[in-house]
């Protein structure tokens, strides 16, 4: 028979458990050797220091500014606090586009993988909004996987990552979800990611097509590639 705890007890248990990262029901990335010239374009794409807003002018920040504001009232419940809302929204804008995906695509993908949760941990150990495997911090990051409950550090390896696997896959966003899922070849995933991202669609309209941010790392061999293209093929 199990003892019974006190009240006192009681309330620190349930104080402990209110500040557990909430777990994450994501698949596994799995490791994959990376050629040193992929490695490289992939690290040069992420950044060796914290990553931050650069417009490469203003009315490219607009475009993200204007898409932001159309979507807040479908965030609020998610996220509350109006300042985080935008800037949460902003930066997903930001860096999809940095990477040459749909931003639309990449809120798809954070509401299957962590449900817009910052802290949320999946069984496997995947970390933060875009569920990202701790291997990837030691692979093209510094080797910090901490860093990875970090908003914008956390959208940039989601969205550097997503941009290689459908490089690998060539366009065949299909494929390249099952990668980033972990369940290549199986349909599940990638039809609940495009099930929610069809639900985020209606704001793409007020997105010009050309690049958001200066490329710093683009690749010329069939790496991270740093411009504003279709995710869907």
């Known amino acids: 028979m199990l003892p019974l705890l006190r009240p006192a007890q009681i309330a620190v248990a349930v104080l402990y458990l209110a500040f557990l990262p909430r777990m994450a029901q994501a698949g596994a990335q799995a490791e994959e050797p990376l050629a040193d010239s992929v490695r490289t374009a992939l690290s040069s794409a992420i950044g060796r220091s914290a990553p931050s807003l650069s417009f490469a002018d203003a009315r490219q920040r607009q475009q993200c500014e204007a898409w932001a504001a159309s979507l807040?009232?479908?965030?609020?419940?998610?996220?509350?606090?109006?300042?985080?809302?935008?800037?949460?929204l902003?930066?997903?804008?930001?860096?999809?586009?940095?990477?040459?995906?749909?931003p639309s695509l990449v809120l798809g993908l954070i509401q299957v993988e962590s449900g817009f949760r910052k802290y949320a941990?999946?069984?496997?150990?995947?970390?933060?909004?875009?569920?990202?495997?701790?291997?990837?911090?030691?692979?093209?990051g510094t080797g910090d996987p901490s860093s990875l409950f970090h908003m914008q550090t956390n959208l940039r390896f989601g969205c550097v990552i997503l941009r290689h696997y459908l490089d690998r896959e060539r366009g065949d966003l299909f494929m390249a979800l099952g990668r980033y899922n972990g369940s290549r070849g199986r349909a599940e995933y990638p039809n609940m990611v495009t099930a929610a991202w069809r639900t985020w669609k209606v704001a793409d309209g007020v997105l010009g097509g050309t690049r958001v941010a200066?490329?710093?790392?683009?690749?010329?061999?069939?790496?991270?590639?740093?411009?504003?293209?279709s995710a869907q093929r």
């Open 72 to 88: 807040e009232s479908k965030l609020l419940k998610r996220k509350p606090e109006e300042l985080v809302r935008r800037e949460f």
């Open 90 to 102: 902003v930066t997903v804008c930001y860096e999809a586009r940095r990477a040459g995906l749909e």
């Open 121 to 140: 941990i999946s069984p496997v150990g995947a970390r933060g909004y875009m569920q990202v495997m701790p291997f990837w911090s030691r692979l093209i």
């Open 214 to 229: 200066e490329a710093d790392g683009a690749a010329p061999d069939g790496g991270v590639r740093l411009v504003s293209r």
